[in-house]
């Protein structure tokens, strides 16, 4: 079994709120990501996916195939947008880090039938990022 | 569902590498440069990784600024700017940056109830990091 890693840069809006919540619960809990004006962040996708080596070719996936599947299943839809009223996901989930690594991971495992999805890292920041392996 | 949130601190300390059960001889050919008596220092780049479910209504594994104030409080305040061999920890044990690395988890393992403590990484240098996971579960890469 073999990992690879492909990284891809997007760069998107996004603010904290659930209506559920008071005002004052949502400037306590989310602080100045409750801004409802948004602010953005250049993020920095890992996609990394596992396989056996294939014998003809000696990929485990082809990063040509990976990389188109990232762009229109990710990039096309997040790159310069406003995540929480362009992207359908954040129509009803609020639109964080862990909830961003999640969506990102169930637009692409339907989409990849050679190698299997291992994790999913999004990068906020340098300093803080989230890993999903697809765990319930 | 379940997602692993990691992030990532910085502070600088010094320290020197020396043990008592070894000759003059034995700390000098173990520890080479690090054995110097005056300590030398290191700008240590600390990742604390937690896990466990994203909460439906706030959409996080925990809350991010009671991570910032765990870490702030109990890890930043004890070893910035501090010279690690004059610190409890340290009584009686090298401050290798493998035993910080434990030191810090066993520090932050007892106090932090908002998620599961999953991993902490200490990164030296650019060329050497290290990380623990709690007992029977240590790793190191160079």
Known sequence: MVYLTRKAEFSASHYYHNPDFSPEQNRQIFGKCNNPQGHGHNYMLEVT???????????????????????REVLDAMDHRFLNKEVPEFTTRIPTTENLAIAIWQ????????????????????????????ER | ?????????????????????????????IY???????????NYILEVTVSGQ??????????????????????????????LNT????????PTTENLCVAIYEILQPIFHAAHLERVRLEETMMNSFEYRGKE???VSS
Do not use: W
């Open chain 1, 49 to 71: 996916v596992k396989g056996d080596i294939d014998p003809d070719s000696g990929f485990v996936v082809d990063l040509k195939q990976l990389k188109e599947i990232m762009h």
């Open chain 1, 107 to 134: 637009r692409l495992e339907p989409k990849l039938d050679n190698a299997k999805l291992h994790r999913v890292r999004v990068y906020e920041t340098a300093d803080l990022f989230v890993d999903f392996y697809g």
């Open chain 2, 1 to 29: 569902m379940k997602a692993h949130l990691t992030r990532r601190y910085r502070f600088s300390a010094s320290h020197r590498l020396h043990s008592g059960n070894f000759s003059c001889e034995q700390n000098r050919a």
């Open chain 2, 32 to 42: 080479g440069k690090c054995n110097n008596p005056h300590g030398h220092g290191h």
């Open chain 2, 54 to 83: 994203v909460d439906g209504r706030t959409g996080m594994v925990c809350n991010l600024i009671e991570l910032d104030d765990a870490v702030q409080s109990e890890i930043l305040e004890r070893f910035d700017r501090q010279n």
């Open chain 2, 87 to 94: 610190l409890l920890p340290f009584a009686g044990k090298v």
């Open chain 2, 137 to 139: 579960n240590a790793t």
